[in-house]
C-alpha cells in the first residue's frame, strides 16, 4: 500500500525552502507530480512531506527578456505550455520538436520543463534542445540564487549539482545570432508514449553570406549516463562548409564519441547508427529553417 504523505502548499519561494529545512530529509518537492508520483506508488520513494511549487509565485513565466534578447523559462512551466507557445513554435524550433513528444497530452499538460531537469535522466528529451542552446539553469535556495549552465548540470543518472532544498527557478537561453536553426529528433520504435533511443540535437550557426558554419552544437540523449555535447564533431563542422557531406562526416565523429550502450530497448551498434543518420538528418534541417527565416 501506498505511504501516506502531508502535502503542503507554501506561498512563497522562500517558504518552500524553510519547509523543506525544517522537515530535512523526510520532504521533497512535486511540481508536476509525473515522475514523482510514479516513484511514490511503485515504493521507490516514500517522502512524509510533498512540498508543492505550483503557487510559489515564481516559475510559472515564459517570454523573451526586452533588453537582452534571452528568452525566460519558468522551472514550472509545462511542457504543454511551451508545445502551444507560437514563441517557441517559431523562433525556438528545436524546444517545439522535443516537447511536443513528451509522454500524452495529459502528461504533457502537468509535466513541468524544471521537474524534466531535476529528474536527470539521460533521456531527459527537455535538457537536449536546451543545452545546445546554450541554457543556463537558476537555482534558488538557502544560500540565495546562483546560476548554472545547463550542460554542466547533470551529474549521473538521477543526480545533478543540485544541494537538497534548491529550486529550479528558471530556464534562460541567451539571444542567439541570426542565421541560427536547430532540430531535435527523439527516435524511438513508437510514436508516443515511449523514451527514446537516442534523442540528438542539433543547431547550427552560418556565417554572414555564405553556408560556411560559424556555430555547431550537436547534443545526445540517452548516449551517456547524462545528456552530453559532442565536442569533436562541434569542432570540426565549425569553419566548413555545411553539406551532407559535412554533416555525414560530423554525424560518425558525433557516434564515435558517444558512449551508447546495449539495453533492452537497443544494441549499441544500432545506437550508434542512428546518431549518425539523424546528426546528419537534424543538421539538413537546420539549414532548411535557416533558409525558411531568411525567406520571411
Ligand atoms: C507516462 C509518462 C511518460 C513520460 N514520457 C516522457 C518523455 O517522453 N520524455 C521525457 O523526457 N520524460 C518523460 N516522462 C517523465 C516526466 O514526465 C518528465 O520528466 C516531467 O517533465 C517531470 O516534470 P514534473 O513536473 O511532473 O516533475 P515532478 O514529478 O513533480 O518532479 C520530478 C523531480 O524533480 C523535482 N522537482 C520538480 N520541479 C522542481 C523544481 N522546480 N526545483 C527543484 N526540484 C524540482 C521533484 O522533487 C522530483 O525529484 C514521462 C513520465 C510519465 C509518467
Redesign the pocket.
Known amino acids: 500500500m501506498m505511504k501516506k504523505f502531508k502535502y503542503l502548499i507554501p506561498k512563497t519561494l522562500d517558504e518552500a525552502v524553510s519547509l523543506n529545512q525544517s522537515h530535512e530529509g523526510s520532504a521533497?518537492?512535486?511540481?508536476?507530480?509525473?515522475?514523482?508520483?510514479?516513484?511514490i506508488k511503485s515504493g521507490k520513494l516514500a517522502p512524509d512531506y510533498l512540498i508543492s511549487?505550483k503557487h510559489i509565485g515564481v516559475?510559472s513565466q515564459l517570454g523573451v527578456n526586452r533588453e537582452t534578447g534571452a528568452l525566460h523559462i519558468g522551472?514550472?512551466v509545462?511542457?504543454r505550455a511551451l508545445e502551444t507557445s507560437s514563441l517557441i513554435r517559431l523562433q525556438y524550433p528545436i524546444i517545439h520538436d522535443?516537447v511536443q513528444?513528451?509522454?500524452?497530452t495529459q502528461?504533457?499538460n502537468?509535466?513541468?520543463?524544471?521537474?524534466?531537469?531535476?529528474?536527470a535522466?539521460p533521456?531527459?528529451?527537455?535538457?537536449i534542445p536546451l543545452i545546445a542552446l546554450d541554457a543556463r539553469v537558476n537555482?534558488y535556495g538557502s544560500a540565495g540564487e546562483r546560476t548554472v549552465d545547463l550542460v554542466h548540470f547533470f551529474e549521473g543518472p538521477g543526480q545533478t549539482v543540485?544541494d537538497p532544498g534548491?529550486?529550479?527557478?528558471e530556464i534562460v537561453v541567451p539571444k542567439q545570432p541570426s542565421r541560427t536553426g536547430g532540430a531535435y529528433q527523439?527516435f524511438g520504435r513508437r510514436a508516443?508514449?515511449?523514451?527514446?533511443l537516442i534523442g540528438v540535437g542539433v543547431l547550427i550557426t552560418l556565417e554572414e553570406g555564405s553556408n560556411r558554419c560559424a556555430k555547431a552544437r550537436i547534443t545526445l540523449g540517452v548516449a551517456a549516463p547524462t545528456p552530453i555535447r559532442t565536442l569533436t564533431a562541434e569542432r570540426y563542422l565549425v569553419g566548413k562548409e555545411v553539406t551532407e557531406n559535412t554533416l555525414n562526416e560530423a554525424g560518425k565523429l558525433a557516434a564515435e564519441e558517444s558512449r551508447v550502450r546495449d539495453s533492452v530497448r537497443g544494441l549499441a551498434w544500432y545506437r550508434r547508427e542512428m546518431v549518425l543518420v539523424f546528426v546528419q538528418r537534424m543538421g539538413v534541417k537546420c539549414m532548411q529553417r535557416i533558409k525558411e527565416t531568411e525567406a520571411l
Do not use: C, Q
Not at 101 to 104: D, L, N, Q, V, Y
Not at 123 to 127: L, T
Not at 192 to 196: I, Y
Open positions: 521533497m518537492y512535486v511540481a508536476g507530480g509525473t515522475d514523482v508520483m510514479v516513484k511549487l516559475g522551472g514550472l509545462t511542457h522535443a513528444r513528451i509522454g500524452s502528461i504533457r502537468v509535466a513541468t520543463i524544471g521537474g524534466n531537469l531535476v529528474n535522466v533521456s531527459a528529451d527537455g535538457a537555482i543540485m534548491e529550486i529550479v527557478t527523439k508516443a508514449m515511449e523514451l527514446p
